[in-house]
């Protein structure tokens, strides 16, 4: 015998989905976006930046001046290793 489930509701299922998003977060699993900037990336959900600073610094760009930034060097910069500054 089948019980059937009640069905979420939309705003259940939006506050599951953002959960969830939270909890990928916390692992490392940013839902990353490209920013307009080459080599620099940001979370729609946490809203962190990630960027390679081989690339940033490629453009003539300055390093992202927010809380909340990492570096993970893309693999064009981490197989040439990152030169210190
Ligand atoms: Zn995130
Ligand atoms: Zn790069």
């Not at 059937?4 to 699993?29: F, V």
């Not at 760009?61 to 927010?66: A, G, Y």
Request: with cysteine; glycine share 8%; hydrophobic share 35%.
């Amino acid at each position: 015998m089948r019980v059937r489930k009640p069905a979420l509701t939309a705003a259940q299922r939006r506050a599951a989905a953002a959960a969830q998003a939270r909890r990928d977060c916390q692992q490392g699993r940013h839902s990353t976006t490209p920013t307009f900037r080459p080599g620099e990336q940001v979370c729609l959900t946490c809203g962190v930046v990630i960027y390679c600073p081989g690339c940033l610094q490629a453009n003539g760009l300055r390093f992202p001046q927010v809380a909340h930034a990492y570096t993970l060097e893309c693999p064009t910069h981490q197989q040439r290793g990152v030169v210190p500054l």
